[in-house]
């Protein structure tokens, strides 16, 4: 069966491919013009270079594949509000909605975010059937893509379209090379974290994501999301459990709400005055200070997804950036 991934170039497609690759799929990529995929480039799958924007390169590079793989977005939080992630996360994926019905292939699985589903606490847990409550970050990439999910579910019901939804959490794990979610763990590593928030999120294995993804192909059932994630922990946990994989002391302040916000308030006015791209923003700040907890029961039932150890996770991850030198 072949297989066409949009956005393989990051840690989740860079993980992806090989997983398919291991199962027996004939994969192609579609990488972003005038971007580069290294750690893809010795893997027997071939490669196109386009725009999910570009609606007739983007038809071309899906023609005559069984499954599209839909990874590509704009996950920046800087600035908050642009065009752009409205242009690439939610213009592009009803491009790929168009071509993938006119060109009747057969399973689309769009990858969306945890965060189209509004969070829980240890107690209970985000899911499937939480409302989405990101609105009140003024975030840009999150409402961009509960859009673009929406448009996908949308489809379904009105076209028949084959589709299925993902929503991973935060992901850990080898071939970061951008580096996406790994930056916490290189700030860890490097000291750059003075304390730790109030609050705390869901980590998975990427590992773990993307063999939930290829059991989707077969197992997932046509029009339902599916949140993939494993282990809830505060930040103080998480920051712990990165410490010990790095051999690195944790940050043992815990950061007071107010000063956490006060924190990223006077790095987003700064960054805007003085245009660079802060470390930590307003928006962010407040996301950290809070539990943005998710259960990922409906995976594991119906898609049979493996609940590796963020311990696991982290220890690939920190082997994966000193071999190639992040650290």
Known sequence: ???????????????????????????????????????????????????????????????????????????????????????????????IIKAVTELGVKRLIHIGTANSFGPGDENDPGNESKPYTAGKYKLDYMCSKRAAQDEVLKAVKETKLNAVVVNPTFMIGPYDSKPSSGTMILAVNEGKIPGYPGGGRNFVYVKDVANAIANAIEKGITGECYILGNENL???EAFEKMARALDVKAPKMKMPRFLTLAYGGVL?????????????????????????????DKAVRELEMSQTPVNQALKEAVEWFRNNKYI
């Open 234 to 236: 505060t930040y103080k």
């Open 1 to 95: 069966m072949k297989v066409c991934i949009t956005g393989a170039d990051g840690v989740l497609g860079n993980n992806l491919v090989r997983t398919l690759l291991d199962r027996g799929y004939n994969i192609k990529i579609l990488v972003e013009t005038g971007r580069n995929a290294p750690f893809l480039e010795k893997l027997p799958i071939e490669k196109a270079w386009g725009n999910i924007l570009d609606y007739e390169e983007l038809r071309n590079a899906i023609r005559g594949y069984d499954i599209v793989i839909h990874a590509a977005a704009k996950t920046d939080t800087w600035p908050p509000r642009h065009e752009s992630y409205w242009n690439v996360n939610f213009e592009g994926t009803k491009n």
């Open 268 to 296: 987003s006015v700064a960054s805007t005055v003085f245009r660079f791209k802060p470390a930590v923003t307003y928006p962010l700040a407040l996301i950290s200070t809070e539990k943005h907890f998710y259960s990922s």
